[in-house]
């Protein structure tokens, strides 16, 4: 084969999805890392016998480095949201690769079956700069009732958004999504949070799917909590909940809402139902009793279906085999629950 037929982005994609460096790459194919490195540049064109080499060091199939797909990075059309702290440059890589890798999947899977979504911008400008008014449209097109949000990951694959959960290996960032032309977005989520913090995380990414098209705008952050604050919990239904605000109220709207009660006493500051001070005497409060990382009622974790449904439906319904399924659309046999597909029946 001859090698020009080769993606060289494909193979730093395949080689930061498991977290290794151009000379631990080297190292296991028993070549110079400079090699590796020009490989990625596209300075030098790699052989074949060396794709192999990598494709079986890494377990992905061959079919893959040949893949013409664009590569995402941060800040451009991939957003990286709901970060705790800054995270190693190395995570970042991981998981942004983890991303490009499911769009890539997701790509093939949707070329066999009618699929439209209902996502559209609406940038806070077009709802006078007001993340929230965005918040209560969406809420209008998606047909959401009024009231707490039983299965906000429903909705969202009601929607047609795609959410895949992960154990992205690191508690520091709780969501990515990446949402390009002519595909659904698609939402990445760590399935390792509390079900209470993935609920607002995953609104997180919706407000900056629909509002942000750069992580670089100012405000991002601020305008996306506004916008899952009010999705989740809106101002008008629950402002008389929060008046005379105690942690033990809050525990108790944590089971009607099924957010924190972290979030709660943020989104009552927020639309002015209690006081700065008030706040703060709360999270000192939540603070001594141990709640910040675990608070009491943990609400399950909602499990998403669509990722699944389409794997199922290509390996059952359609008639494909595992080795073209793990060669030509997954490209992988080594993708977490994708090495259980093949046991896989949904109802």
């Known amino acids: 084969m001859n090698s020009i037929d080769y993606n060289f982005a494909m193979i730093t994609l395949a080689r930061e999805s498991r977290g290794w460096t151009q000379k631990q790459l080297a190292e296991a194919i028993g070549i110079n890392p400079a090699t590796i490195s020009k490989y990625e540049l596209g300075s030098v064109p790699p052989t074949s016998g ?46 942004q690769a983890e991303v490009n890798l499911r769009n890539i999947q997701i790509s093939r899977l949707l070329r066999s079956v009618e699929f439209d979504h209902r996502f559209h911008m609406i940038p806070p400008e077009a709802e006078g700069d007001n993340p929230e008014q965005v918040a209560r449209e969406v809420r209008r097109l998606w047909g959401v009732s009024s009231g707490p949000i039983a299965n906000l990951t429903r909705i969202v694959e009601n929607a047609g958004g795609i959410v895949i959960q992960i154990d992205f290996g690191t508690h520091l960032i709780d969501g990515a999504h990446l949402w390009i032309t002519g ?40 305008e996306a909590n506004l916008f899952a604050g009010e999705f989740l919990m809106p101002r008008s239904e629950i402002r008389s909940d929060l008046r005379s605000l105690s942690l033990e109220s809050a525990a108790r709207l944590k089971r009607v809402w099924k957010v924190a009660m972290q979030a709660i006493i943020m989104r009552a500051a927020s639309i002015k139902s209690i006081s700065e001070s008030k706040k703060r005497r709360l999270f000192t409060a939540i603070g001594a009793r141990g709640y910040r990382i675990n608070e009491p009622w943990p609400i399950p974790l909602e499990k998403p279906e669509t990722y699944s449904r389409l794997i199922d439906f290509h ?22 629950e994708i090495e259980h597909v093949p046991r896989l029946k949904l109802a």
Not at 199 to 220: K, P, T
Not at 317 to 335: Q, R, V
């Open 315 to 336: 390996l059952n319904d359609l008639g494909i085999t595992e080795d073209e399924f793990y060669n030509h659309i997954m490209f992988t046999s080594k993708y977490g």
């Open 183 to 222: 595909m659904p977005p698609v939402f990445l989520m760590n399935k390792s949070v509390p079900g209470e913090r993935y609920r607002f995380s995953l609104a997180h990414e919706i407000g900056h799917a629909i509002m942000h098209h750069s992580s670089a705008l100012d405000d991002v952050e601020h």
């Open 50 to 95: 060396h794709i192999e080499l990598i494709a079986k060091a890494l377990s992905f199939s061959v079919e893959f480095f040949k893949q013409p797909d664009q590569v995402y990075a941060l800040g451009s059309s991939l957003i990286f949201h709901r970060k705790r702290v800054k995270i190693p440059m190395r995570t970042q890589k991981k998981i």
